[in-house]
T-cell receptor, first 115, second 117 residues
Framework: ETGVTQTPRHLVMGMTNKKSLKCEQH?????MYWYKQSAKKPLELMFV???????ENNSVPSRFSPECPNSSHLFLHLHTLQPEDSALYLC??????????????FGEGSRLTVL | AQKITQTQPGMFVQEKEAVTLDCTYD???????LFWYKQPSSGEMIFLIY??????QNATEGRYSLNFQKARKSANLVISASQLGDSAMYFC??????????????FGKGITLSVRP
């Protein structure tokens, strides 16, 4: 079992729907991340949370709204998305957001399709 | 300018042979870390190996080794004795800066590796 769990694994939604992606980490880490992976593009960092406080927001449109209620859980709330938002959304965690040598631990991703 | 460049479109290797996946990077920061991740079809990104900018020796981790050439700014991944399960996407990534700041992990576009039986 992976230390970072994402649900749902697959999601299809219309442009007017509201849905949420959930991420849970069982590693005792203090930092959590959302990445977007589109076809033929590098992973794009969306948000970083450190000790439940958002420390990075990479110019992400407001139709994506993150929430971190505690250090183990991270949500990405979605509303009025566009077809170009279809992608694999990866959640990751690390012991600290400022740990140069530490790797990120990723979940298996949530594959989002916007119709 | 791209910080991480992976230009190989797709790589094929015969089972049990070695393969090198290329990665070049761009940074003006003297302190940085280089990472390689594997992404199988399941989607999960799996950490493989890490190389610090001040490390004197090339990193090794089982069948994985990193050919770190600092002057050329390259950090190629070498996989020895390829296995069918090595077929996946491979991503090179870099984190810049010292601790104390929120240092980002920047990824390349990835390379597809296919291992032939």
């Amino acid at each position: 079992e992976t230390g970072v769990t994402q649900t749902p694994r697959h999601l299809v939604m219309g442009m007017t729907n509201k849905k949420s992606l959930k991420c849970e980490q069982h590693l005792g880490h203090n930092a959590m991340y959302w990445y977007k992976q589109s076809a033929k593009k590098p992973l794009e960092l969306m948000f970083v949370y450190s000790l439940e406080e958002r420390v990075e927001n990479n110019s992400v449109p407001s139709r994506f709204s993150p929430e971190c209620p505690n250090s183990s859980h991270l949500f990405l709330h979605l509303h009025t998305l566009q077809p170009e938002d279809s992608a694999l959304y990866l959640c990751a965690s690390s012991p600290s957001a400022s740990y140069l040598t530490g790797e990120l631990f990723f979940g298996e991703g949530s594959r989002l399709t916007v119709l | 300018a791209q910080k991480i460049t992976q230009t190989q479109p797709g790589m094929f290797v015969q089972e049990k042979e070695a393969v090198t996946l290329d990665c070049t990077y761009d940074t003006s920061d003297p302190s940085y870390g280089l990472f390689w991740y594997k992404q199988p079809s399941s989607g999960e990104m799996i950490f493989l190996i890490y190389q610090g900018s001040y490390d004197q020796q090339n990193a090794t981790e089982g069948r994985y080794s990193l050919n770190f050439q600092k002057a050329r700014k390259s950090a190629n991944l070498v996989i020895s004795a390829s296995q069918l399960g090595d077929s996946a996407m491979y991503f090179c990534a870099m984190r810049e800066g010292l601790t104390g700041a929120n240092s980002k992990l920047t990824f390349g576009k990835g390379i597809t590796l296919s291992v032939r039986p």
